[in-house]
T-cell receptor
Framework: GEDVEQSLFLSVREGDSSVINCTYTDSSSTYLYWYKQEPGAGLQLLTYIFSNMDMKQDQRLTVLLNKKDKHLSLRIADTQTGDSAIYFCAEIGGSYIPTFGRGTSLIVHP | DGGITQSPKYLFRKEGQNVTLSCEQNLNHDAMYWYRQDPGQGLRLIYYSQIVNDFQKGDIAEGYSVSREKKESFPLTVTSAQKNPTAFYLC???????????FGPGTRLTVT
């Protein structure tokens, strides 16, 4: 089946930029998503990008997509302690059922 | 306010008992989903439903059952046949299968 890979942990200092990376295998992906999960809560949709785009910016969030390499990244500018959470990458392809990565735990140090 | 509700937030059961987790949405979404999340794991799809009175098995449907009698509701029953039922269960909905999903707050089930 299709697969989505993410690194498990990222640690940054408050005020720095965070970059969370994701790779996927489905060549028919149409949409790619980033979700945020705080402890004990559900997933919150942060942003998404269509597969025919290469960049999307939304306030402090920048999503970059390299379709050739099947690589997606989420950059958070001026990272705050409130950004500490688990971030999930997900893609939807031909099956219309999303495939989620295992999530990246972002730890922000004061 | 529109959204997805799951109840209860915490649920405790004895081994051998069936238990039903509730999921309700007032977003007028056609599609609904159930996922299981274990520590350090991604989300694994249990069942999904595109439309009322229709549902499909996901990757880990064994030991679970669902119904979709109303558009707003998609309850999940964890049966005694599920070997490792202790987990965090997440319900989601979307306008259609190809659209972004919106998640409920989750139910943490503990079976002892």
């Amino acid at each position: 089946g299709e697969d989505v890979e993410q690194s498990l942990f990222l640690s940054v200092r408050e005020g720095d930029s965070s970059v969370i990376n994701c790779t996927y295998t489905d060549s028919s992906s149409t949409y790619l998503y980033w979700y945020k999960q705080e402890p004990g809560a559900g997933l919150q949709l942060l942003t998404y990008i269509f597969s025919n785009m290469d960049m999307k910016q939304d306030q402090r969030l920048t999503v970059l997509l390299n379709k050739k390499d099947k690589h997606l990244s989420l950059r958070i500018a001026d990272t705050q302690t409130g950004d500490s959470a688990i971030y999930f990458c997900a893609e939807i392809g031909g099956s219309y059922i999303p495939t989620f990565g295992r999530g990246t735990s972002l730890i922000v140090h004061p | 306010d529109g959204g997805i509700t799951q109840s209860p937030k915490y649920l405790f059961r004895k081994e051998g008992q069936n238990v039903t987790l509730s999921c309700e949405q007032n977003l007028n979404h056609d599609a609904m989903y159930w996922y299981r999340q274990d520590p350090g794991q991604g989300l694994r799809l249990i069942y999904y439903s595109q439309i009322v009175n229709d549902f499909q098995k996901g990757d880990i449907a064994e030991g679970y059952s669902v119904s979709r009698e109303k558009k707003e509701s998609f309850p999940l029953t964890v049966t005694s046949a599920q070997k490792n039922p202790t987990a965090f269960y997440l319900c989601a909905s979307s306008i259609g299968l190809e659209n972004e999903q919106y998640f409920g707050p989750g139910t943490r089930l503990t079976v002892t």
